[in-house]
């Protein structure tokens, strides 16, 4: 089994920072790929930023200069640092990894129980 437990959402004022971990833990072979999503009521989720084992980095427009993610693959765990945050960056932030489960063949995209996010004065 296979598990990726969030923390570090909460609430915080505009212009604050949050910083968001994953750990990933269970029954795995390798992690590929890793990243962070969000979703608001009533919306689809959207990816926030992605990274690769090797350290490349993607992120959306919305969040480009404000945010970073990095990862320590020694220790199955990615982070979002969200620097000054804005009302509509208010979310439930979701982790995603595309992983290889011991014993399997093939990856597969494993998803975090998730983690609110509310930036308000």
């Known amino acids: 089994q296979v598990q990726l437990v969030e923390s570090g959402g909460g609430l915080v004022q505009p212009g604050g920072s949050l910083r968001l971990s994953c750990v990933a833990s269970?029954?795995?072979?390798?992690?590929?790929?890793m990243g962070w999503y969000r979703q608001v009521p009533g919306k689809q989720r959207e990816l926030v930023a992605t990274i690769t084992t090797g350290g490349q980095r993607n992120y959306a427009d919305s969040v480009k200069g404000r945010f970073t993610i990095s990862r320590d693959n020694a220790k199955n765990t990615v982070y979002l640092q969200m620097n000054s945050l804005k009302p509509e960056d208010t979310a439930v932030y979701y982790c995603n990894a595309n992983l290889r489960r011991i014993g399997g063949f093939f990856e597969d995209s494993y998803w975090g129980q998730g983690t609110q996010v509310t930036v308000s004065s």
């Open positions: 269970g029954s795995i072979f390798s992690i590929n790929g």
